[in-house]
């Protein structure tokens, strides 16, 4: 007679850095209600988790999240990390150092730890040659990781994210969420990319994202990520936006 506790399928244990923003605690959270995956998180601090919270947290130094990530080997990572302009004192190499160098170093190091599969949450408008100097870091990191070698990576281009930001108080980007439902439909198509998107619509996404298994570089933007996000509803309890 089989063993009904050695059935138990264990939850899949997914990497992520960038726990602190509006998807890293979405992914939390929604990891937390299910037992489909479990979220193996790596900060510099100690982060103040969502209450209630199921998740593996290691804090070390950014040198070491390679041995942290060869240790725990996760299926997947997926790379949140990211600054705010403000947060960064208004300097460009402040925030380049965060949203270029530390996300870049960290692809790097998971790859050597051999993880094979990578889920990048970019930007819409990212471009290397964009005029913005937002959208042009967050182009040439996505043109960087993709020579990393991974064997899958994922790149998700949400437009103006919704959601609640814990002690992230940005009133000009809290304006126009409330705005959205207005000015969403009047958005031409060719600009349609940057229309707003739920935080917990881009997690779900991820998520689907990094349980994925065929092989290739592919990027995703607000329609593409809701196809990913219906592929993780059918599979697991989710949460309200």
């Known amino acids: 007679m089989s063993d009904p506790i050695a059935q138990t399928k264990c939850p899949i244990r997914i990497g992520l850095v960038g726990a602190t923003g509006l998807i890293g605690r979405r992914l939390i959270e929604i990891t937390s209600v299910g037992e489909n995956a479990r979220i193996v998180g790596i900060a510099r601090r ?14 070390a130094d ?12 996760p ?14 004192g208004r300097d460009e190499a402040v925030f380049r150092a965060v949203d270029h160098d530390l996300v870049l170093a960290t692809a790097e190091a998971a790859k050597q730890a051999g993880i094979t599969n990578m889920v990048l949450v970019s930007s819409a408008g990212a471009d290397p040659s964009s005029m913005s100097f937002y959208l042009r870091t967050k182009g040439e990191v996505e043109r960087e990781i993709s020579k990393v070698g991974f064997k899958r990576l994922d790149i998700v281009q949400p437009g103006l994210l919704r959601g609640r930001r814990e002690g992230d108080l940005r009133p000009i980007e809290a304006m126009a ?3 959205s439902p207005v000015i969403d439909p009047l958005i031409p198509p060719k600009w349609e990319m940057y229309r707003s998107v739920s935080g917990t619509l881009v997690a779900e996404a991820v998520l689907g994202l990094a349980m994925r298994k065929a092989a290739g570089r592919f990027t995703h933007d ?20």
């Open 62 to 73: 950014p040198a070491k999240w390679g041995e942290v990530l060869e240790a725990v080997r």
């Open 46 to 59: 100690e982060v103040e988790l969502p209450k209630g919270a199921r998740v593996e947290m290691f804090v």
């Open 75 to 88: 299926r997947a990572l997926i790379c949140a990390l990211g600054t705010t302009w403000k947060k960064a």
């Open 222 to 241: 607000n329609e593409a990520m809701k196809r990913a996000a219906r592929e993780w509803r059918a599979k697991t309890p989710t949460l309200a936006a």
């Open 177 to 179: 969420r409330f705005a």
